[in-house]
């Protein structure tokens, strides 16, 4: 039985080893199939798009370099000949797919060489839990130190989806989090050193964290609550002028339109009248 250190959550090094399971721990390592493993990982990252020009892509050439005969020197039929300079390639690389298949039970056997060899070498540590309740990169760098791996290519293997963990480890280049059972061979060979959660071998899926206590404040710092309830309060003071401004707009516009209504009702004046000319007395001698 193969047997593996054994670590608390917070790094404490266990007196008694951790017994690895015996169904994918068996001791054996089969290399030729690692090696497929890695070459088909390594194809299917592949983009395949290099490309080279030949002689058919290659501008120019349309003419004759000089006539065929009388020159002295060789015949020449186009300057994009792959023997000039500024030619063509030859059997240079086209975009393809380098996509490859494998078998999954091939893949599996891979994945538990992998496993097998990191633990024959001791590079595989079982930690109780990983308790990250928020991302917190000096937790996790503490807890690498404590198990005297700073420094190394370390995967950690969660027994379930942990964002915490993986927040806090994506700041540190050598570090790479995954669930166990996403881990392929590839990734298993990539590390030095393997940190596994108890819950991902066992099955036990560790239990939620408690709600952690309220952190001590000192008597200078504001506690959050009252900067909360602060801007809160700034807040409602704020919405309080906006709704007032509003109301004296809309006072001031209904008075604008009472007055427009007002001087619509009103009856318009009359014309005064004209009076009728008076005709004028005939003057003695008009006819």
């Not at 881990?183 to 709600?211: N, R």
């Amino acid at each position: 039985m193969i047997e593996a250190q054994y670590f608390s959550a917070a790094g404490a090094k266990r007196s008694a080893a951790f017994e690895l399971p015996t169904e994918f721990f068996d001791g054996t390592v089969n290399e030729p199939v690692l090696h497929q493993a890695v070459k088909v990982y390594l194809n299917n990252q592949r983009q395949g798009t290099a490309k080279t020009k030949t002689r058919s892509f290659v501008s120019g050439g349309n003419q004759k370099p000089w006539k065929q005969k009388g020159t002295g020197r060789a015949r020449q039929g186009s300057t994009r000949a792959p023997h000039w300079r500024g030619g063509g390639v030859v059997f240079g690389p086209i975009p393809r797919d380098y996509r490859t298949d494998i078998p999954r039970k091939v893949k599996q056997l891979a994945r538990k060489s992998a496993l097998n060899a990191r633990a024959r070498e001791g590079a595989l540590h079982v930690v109780e839990r990983f308790a990250f309740r928020r991302p917190k990169t000096a937790q996790l760098a503490a807890l690498l130190a404590s198990l005297g791996l700073d420094g190394r290519k370390v995967l950690l293997l969660t027994a379930t989806a942990n964002e915490p963990l993986y927040l806090s480890g994506r700041n540190i280049p050598t570090v790479d989090v995954m669930p166990y059972p996403q881990a392929s061979a590839y990734d298993i060979l990539w590390a030095e050193a393997v940190v596994v959660e108890e819950g991902a071998l066992t099955g036990v899926l560790p239990e939620p964290l408690a709600d952690e206590p309220e952190e001590a404040v000192s008597p200078k710092a504001p506690k959050r609550s009252a900067v909360k309830a602060a801007k809160s309060a700034k807040t409602a003071k704020t919405a309080k002028k906006t709704e007032a401004k509003v109301a004296k707009r809309s006072a001031t516009k209904a008075k604008a339109a009472k007055k427009s209504t007002a001087k619509a009702k009103k009856p318009a004046k009359k014309p005064a009248k004209k009076s009728a000319a008076k005709p004028k007395p005939k003057k003695k001698g008009d006819k």
